[in-house]
């Protein structure tokens, strides 16, 4: 099994919009993490945290990734956040860090007409201080983890997406 493209990378950097450009370039299926928690649990990720706290929304992420690894070929899998820090991430995939300042992922963010769902919607987006302080801590994480990196601050998802079939010599 395996051989999947897995976005990881910044709340809100656009790993879901991105997934499906890339859809659209190449055919192939894509599935979101995020999306496979909820249904597993059929709870929204903001309850999960509200309810269970972060270290149990962590084990469905790790639970999340043993079934991908077995269950999941030739897809394209967009990820939460911090899903990058599963045991085992991209032994058998391409794993694509999407890279954006967090400055710009705020003010996109901001701009959009859902701006209030969209951060609502994610606990650790709540307080800007400490999502500073996580953007640092991760970016060296994000990049250690990836096979290749793609700048997509201010860029479209379908100019993004061709650069990722560019890359990873998907046609
Ligand atoms: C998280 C990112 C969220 C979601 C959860 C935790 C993180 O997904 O998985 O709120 O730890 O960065 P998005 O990256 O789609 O916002």
């Known amino acids: ?34 999306d496979l928690i909820e ?14 706290g972060e270290p149990y929304f962590r ?5 999340t990734a043993d079934w991908l690894r077995c269950n999941v070929c030739n897809s394209i899998v967009s990820t939460g956040g911090g899903f990058f820090k599963v045991k085992k991430l991209g032994k058998k995939d391409k794993v694509v860090y999407l890279h954006s300042s967090l400055e710009s992922i705020v003010a996109t963010m901001e701009a959009h007409p859902k701006a209030k ?7 650790l ?14 970016l060296p994480l994000y990049r250690k983890a990836a096979d290749i990196e793609i700048n997509v601050e201010q860029m479209e998802a379908e100019y993004v997406a061709d650069k990722i079939v560019r890359k990873l010599g998907l046609k």
């Open 1 to 34: 099994m395996a051989d999947n493209i897995i976005l990881i990378g910044f709340m809100g950097v656009g790993k879901g919009r991105i997934a499906r450009a890339l859809v659209e370039k190449t055919g192939m299926f894509a599935i979101d993490t995020d």
């Open 39 to 52: 249904s597993l649990v059929n709870m929204k990720i903001r309850k999960i945290f509200e309810m269970h």
């Open 59 to 63: 084990e469905l992420e790790q639970r």
């Open 117 to 123: 769902k969209k951060i609502k919607k994610r606990p």
């Open 125 to 138: 987006l709540q307080n800007m201080e400490q999502a500073n302080i996580l953007y640092k801590k991760r």
